[in-house]
């Protein structure tokens, strides 16, 4: 082998240690950026030459043929259903920890306000003719009116947040896949070269990890790049495409997702700020609405037919108790009001006599009796409480048990794709330690040099 | 497995801890180990129940501390009522000897006449505004002194009523027959008259509602007059129809010992328990002019002595004594609803004691337990920290120079 050779080799040495330094010092630099999957130099030796004839052979220096992103595709895939698991739990729970404090167990509440009125009821039936009891009877019933109202307000105005969530993360998600579609074409022009996609790559991915914070995706990647899809297989991105969804208001008034066809997509949305979002209103809130409009309807038409089952204080015949307020139609706890507003008008009496009290306990048995539902209205309030309470508290879990598993997820991906400033501090040792090495070479070679030219100059002398 | 960095770890941990050491805190500090729903579902829903068999004991005791007095002073009414009824007995008694004289005879009558009003007034006894004996008008005293005629304010010589004359469709009109001690009501429908109701007092009368003889007629002035044409028979008349007017008794007509009962025969009755409930009151008809006629037979009583014949003195003494008997028995079940009350109280004391116990264990948490809880997670959280300071700043550039 010549020296000019070795020269060579030397230099080659020389370039890959100054490589993989700056890959070191890319990876330090990038140590806390988020999605930043660590660079490795790859190294490869070049072929063996002949240097003194056949069988005496030895390497040609080495080669830095690329820089390679460490990755793991299932990690990462993991990562990003959990990420969407984890947005879905915190979507329903943001939502039932804003509904828990309508349904207490404290003052005001709907319990406590029907409590309430049975207990003015009774008070009462101790003194029928008594002006204040029967103004107390019907301020009960307007608080307990009230008390539905304010339930049924908070329901529907969550779900009127929610719809405003859901128009936020499609507009979102448009932009989102926009972006993940704009870096394909450069993700692909690398790797026709032959090039690691590198932080491309990266900023591809943790657009989609933006993504599954939003949604549920599917993922897959096929020769033109990424292709994500929506549970249900709607096309979100192929390739350097990306598909807008859109929004509109459905007949309930409820915002609804449609695809680019125009399809409704909203009960196949799953995962996800969206998901979340979709579920807690259209199921979660949903149906506690539907079991409270029940409750009221219900409660409403019991005190009606005990009312109009005995006498006011004037002898005249009961007229309803609970009325709906506005257009009218069924009572629901979103119109129940007072329909006498007369305390006169209570039919405490079953005989006609202004001072008798026994239709009153037409009233009091409401409370003891279970209503049409199946339930009294106490344990129909108290199972309220208690769904409530449990999707909250399995929200909670959930997300607890999906932050955990995220966080290990994370740390498994991290131990492989991460940033070790322990381990890039031994890297920048080693790779300086060869720089140097192959500096003395260079040094070594070049006495060589100088050797050599000055043999026939010696020998001149 | 290649750790690259320990804050994700130590920033989760750190958050859980000080997660633990908030809900420690909060349970020091409301004693409560169930503070939102989801903290414990299933208790905040035995929670509301509780909260509502809580609330009823409280109704119920305040029921009976609302019904107990009232019962406890028609009790004493009662009681004076018997005291009454014993002096009349002894008076009566010393009446009926034969060797009085007729001025004797007549000052003992006076004395059972005001044994009699005192009677009236017990049975007129109000409590807080409230009648005891009217069943279930209590807004007005149940036993008025009768007369034999009623006038209306409406009508007069220049504008009288006439039988055509139309009622007010919904008006109440009652006559209560102090002689029957019974009531009749008529309420006008749409179309009614004033012949309507003269019709319909001739059938009270054949009913036997009112007395033989009593009618409404049209009187000399243009009113409309109600009245019976026995001396001894009083009506008490009332109604609300603006056509009549207001009702008012002839002074010159009113009817001696002669007491109408306008209450009514209604029993209230009120819940003191989830499956209890007693009758508040007594009404007035049952107690005084039914059965053996309280007011009836002392009446009867007076007259004889007046009359001074003393078999019949005899005689009204005999009904004053079963009267007296009917009265004490009437008084058995309401003493026996009084004492049932007083238990009551007691019971309801003793399950507000257990529901707040129950509540206790359905949310609140034992001040130990969420003393060392505290504890415990300030114990943790020290340790989160300490561990993440220890182990945070090491690096390997710590060890290369």
Request: charge should be negative; glycine fraction near 8%; avoid cysteine.
């Amino acid at each position: 082998m010549s020296l000019n050779a070795s020269l060579s080799i030397a230099v080659q040495s020389l370039n890959a240690a100054s490589g993989a330094l700056q890959a070191t010092n890319n990876n330090i630099a990038n140590a806390n950026t988020p999605g930043y999957t660590r660079e490795v130099p790859v190294l490869q030796s070049q072929a063996p030459i002949s240097i003194f004839g056949p069988g005496a052979t030895v390497g040609d220096g080495v080669e830095l043929t690329k820089f390679q992103s460490v990755r793991d595709e299932l990690l990462q895939t993991q990562v990003q259903q959990e990420t969407s698991s984890q947005s879905s739990a915190n979507a329903q729970l943001s939502s039932l920890q804003q509904i828990e404090p309508t349904f207490t167990t404290s003052t005001q509440d709907i319990g406590t306000e029907m409590t309430a009125l049975f207990s003015s009821i009774s008070t009462l039936s101790t003194d029928p003719a008594d002006s204040g009891s029967r103004e107390a009877v019907i301020s009960a019933g307007q608080n307990l009116a009230d008390a539905l109202n304010t339930a049924s307000n908070t329901l529907t105005s969550q779900q009127a947040s929610l719809n405003t969530q859901v128009t936020q993360d499609v507009s979102q998600i448009n932009q989102l896949t926009k972006q993940i579609a704009a870096l394909t074409p450069q993700i692909n022009a690398l790797e026709a070269a032959g090039q690691d996609g590198g932080t491309l790559e990266d900023q591809q991915d943790q657009l989609v990890l933006s993504l599954s914070k939003l949604t549920n995706v599917s993922i897959t990647q096929g020769s033109d790049g990424v292709t994500l899809t929506t549970g249900n297989g709607t096309a979100l991105v192929v390739g350097n495409q990306s598909f807008n969804l859109q929004t509109t208001t459905g007949n309930d008034g409820m915002t609804d997702v449609l695809d680019q066809n125009g399809t409704d997509i909203t009960s196949s949305i799953t995962g996800g700020d969206l998901g979340g979002s979709i579920q807690t209103r259209d199921t979660t809130i949903s149906g506690l609405l539907t079991q409270l409009n029940t409750l009221a309807n219900q409660f409403a038409s019991a005190m009606n037919t005990a009312q109009t089952s005995g006498y006011d204080q004037n002898g005249d015949a009961g007229t309803d108790f609970f009325a709906a307020s506005g257009a009218g139609g069924a009572i629901s706890a979103g119109n129940i009001t007072m329909a006498i507003t007369d305390p006169s008008q209570i039919a405490a009496s079953s005989d006609g006599s202004s001072g008798g009290n026994g239709n009153l306990v037409n009233f009091t048995n409401i409370q003891s009796t279970a209503l049409p539902a199946g339930l009294t209205p106490g344990d129909a309030y108290a199972n309220l409480v208690y769904q409530v309470g449990s999707l909250t508290s399995n929200a909670q879990a959930e997300s607890t048990a999906s932050t955990s598993t995220l966080l290990q997820l994370n740390d498994q991906l991290s131990s492989v794709s991460g940033v070790s400033i322990d381990q890039e501090s031994a890297n920048l040792i080693q790779y300086q330690n060869a720089y140097e090495a192959a500096a003395r070479v260079v040094s070594t070679l070049q006495d060589m040099f100088t050797v050599t030219m000055s043999m026939g100059t010696a020998a001149a002398e | 497995m290649r750790i690259t960095s320990l804050l994700p770890d130590i920033q989760y941990q750190m958050q859980q801890s000080q997660q633990a050491m908030a809900t420690a805190e909060q349970q020091v500090s409301t004693g409560l180990r169930v503070n939102q729903l989801s903290d414990d579902p299933a208790a905040s829903a035995n929670m509301v129940v509780s909260l509502a068999e809580s609330a009823n004991i409280d109704q119920y005791t305040s029921n009976v501390n609302s019904v107990l007095p009232r019962m406890q002073a028609a009790g004493s009414a009662l009681s004076s009522v018997v005291s009454s009824l014993n002096s009349a007995i002894s008076l009566g008694t010393s009446g009926a000897n034969s060797d009085l004289q007729a001025a004797q005879m007549q000052s003992i009558a006076a004395e059972v006449q005001s044994d009699l009003s005192s009677v009236i007034s017990q049975a007129n006894t109000a409590f807080n505004g409230v009648y005891l004996f009217g069943g279930s008008e209590t807004t007005t005293p149940p036993f008025v002194a009768a007369s034999t005629t009623y006038n209306s304010s409406q009508g007069s010589v220049g504008s009288p009523l006439t039988a055509a004359t139309p009622l007010t469709a919904g008006s109440v009109t009652t006559i209560s027959d102090a002689t029957t001690g019974q009531t009749m009501t008529f309420k006008a429908q749409a179309g009614d008259t004033i012949a309507t109701l003269q019709q319909a007092v001739t059938n009270a009368v054949s009913a036997g509602t009112l007395s033989a003889g009593t009618a409404a007629t049209i009187n000399a002035q243009g009113q409309l007059s109600i009245g019976t044409n026995n001396a001894s028979d009083g009506i008490v008349v009332s109604t609300d129809d603006a056509a009549l007017g207001t009702m008012s008794a002839d002074p010159t007509t009113a009817v001696s010992n002669a007491y109408a009962y306008v209450g009514n025969g209604a029993v209230n009755s009120v819940q003191v328990g989830d499956s209890l409930s007693v009758a508040m009151n007594l009404p007035g008809n049952q107690l005084f002019t039914s059965g053996a006629n309280v007011i009836g037979s002392l009446t009867s009583l007076i007259t004889a002595l007046q009359s001074g014949d003393t078999s019949q003195v005899g005689t009204a003494v005999n009904s004053v004594s079963s009267a007296l008997t009917y009265v004490s028995n009437q008084r058995v079940p309401f003493d026996g609803a009084i004492n049932q009350l007083n238990s009551e109280e007691s019971y309801l004391g003793q399950e507000k004691v257990t529901l707040t116990t129950q509540q206790t264990s359905l949310v609140g948490i034992n001040l130990a337990d969420a003393a060392t809880n505290l504890s415990q997670a300030q114990l943790d959280n020290s340790a989160v920290l300490a561990a993440a300071a220890k182990v945070m700043p090491q690096t390997l550039l710590d060890y290369l120079h």
